[in-house]
């Protein structure tokens, strides 16, 4: 099983991006999901999540521009990024519980660079 992150870029402030977090291999579906993200020198920190109900809860520093949705059919979580900021400027982790046949297990993306340039 895998956790694949991919979307970053680099971007002017105001700009947008897409993250996409897709869970490949032998499994059921993903449940609860989460996007972290740890700029230099600073702690990683939880920018939004959703459940498997799709109930999502936000940094407040990202609400109202950042949303977090999900494709089960793909088993995949986005990060919609609107009205991006220099301080956004981070490495964007995944993390997700994901249904195996043989239990419950969690995991983490690889990380995708986003840099917001102003």
């Known amino acids: 099983v895998q956790l694949q992150a991919s979307g970053g870029g680099l971007v002017q402030a105001g700009g947008s991006l897409r993250l996409s977090c897709v869970a490949s291999g032998t499994i059921f579906n993903i449940g609860f999901t989460a996007w972290c993200r740890q700029a230099p020198g600073k702690q990683r920190e939880l920018v939004a999540s959703i459940s498997g109900t799709s109930t999502t809860n936000y940094v407040d520093s990202v609400k109202g521009r950042f949303t977090i949705s999900r494709d089960n059919a793909k088993n995949t979580v986005y990060l919609q990024m609107n009205s991006l900021k220099p301080e956004d400027t981070a490495i964007y982790y995944c993390?997700?519980?994901?249904?195996?046949?043989?239990?419950?297990?969690?995991?983490w993306g690889q990380g995708t660079q986003v840099t917001v340039s102003s």
């Open positions: 993390n997700a519980d994901v249904k195996r046949t043989t239990g419950l297990y969690n995991y």
